[in-house]
């Protein structure tokens, strides 16, 4: 990552919701949103990174209105696998409050420093529980049983 960008990125942490606010003044160039500061801080940093590599292709910023269109509709975003899930792509999930960073490599996935052959190894580590690992992630709809939620795991 671009050392001035991880910078201002990190800034954005310690900022006070008026210096948010004059932040997004001086990126966007209009006045800023009644949004929380966390939200400021996100939108900023969206900005920030899209002038060092780029905005999203159209296609991605399709799909993801078609999702904002799905999530106001019903309450929920359904997805199915993609074709981003290829080497190099890291998936996050949050699981009982804490969050889980799974990067897919040529071979299978790194976890907490170490491989796995499957999802559905890693959802069950997280989980204690078997588990389909691209339904836990979110990357297939399912047919049957829900990817389980914090609530439904004892422990």
């Given at each position: 990552?671009?050392?001035?960008?991880?910078?201002?990125?990190?800034a954005l942490a310690?900022?006070?919701?008026?210096?948010?606010?004059?932040?997004?003044?001086?990126?966007?160039?209009?006045?800023?949103?009644?949004?929380?500061?966390?939200?400021?801080?996100?939108?900023?940093?969206?900005?920030?990174?899209?002038?060092?590599?780029?905005?999203?292709?159209a296609a991605t910023?399709?799909?993801?209105?078609?999702?904002?269109?799905?999530?106001?509709?019903?309450?929920?975003?359904?997805?199915?696998?993609?074709?981003?899930?290829?080497?190099?792509?890291?998936?996050?999930?949050?699981?009982?409050?804490?969050?889980?960073?799974?990067?897919?490599?040529?071979?299978?996935?790194?976890?907490?420093?170490?491989?796995?052959?499957?999802?559905?190894?890693?959802?069950?580590?997280?989980?204690?529980?078997?588990?389909?690992?691209?339904?836990?992630?979110?990357?297939?709809?399912?047919?049957g049983a829900k990817?389980?939620?914090?609530?439904?795991?004892?422990?």
């Open positions: 990552m671009d050392a001035r960008l991880e910078e201002e990125l990190a310690t900022m006070s919701p008026a210096q948010l606010r004059d932040k997004w003044q001086r990126v966007y160039r209009e006045p800023p949103p009644p949004f929380a500061p966390d939200l400021l801080a996100r939108g900023i940093a969206y900005r920030l990174q899209e002038k060092v590599y780029g905005k999203l292709a910023r399709r799909e993801i209105e078609r999702l904002q269109r799905q999530y106001e509709k019903t309450g929920q975003v359904l997805t199915e696998a993609c074709a981003t899930t290829k080497p190099g792509t890291v998936l996050i999930r949050e699981w009982k409050q804490e969050r889980h960073h799974v990067l897919i490599l040529e071979d299978g996935y790194l976890y907490r420093d170490r491989r796995y052959s499957s999802l559905s190894q890693i959802a069950n580590e997280i989980t204690g529980v078997r588990w389909s690992g691209p339904r836990f992630f979110g990357l297939r709809r399912g047919g990817a389980p939620k914090a609530s439904d795991v004892q422990g």
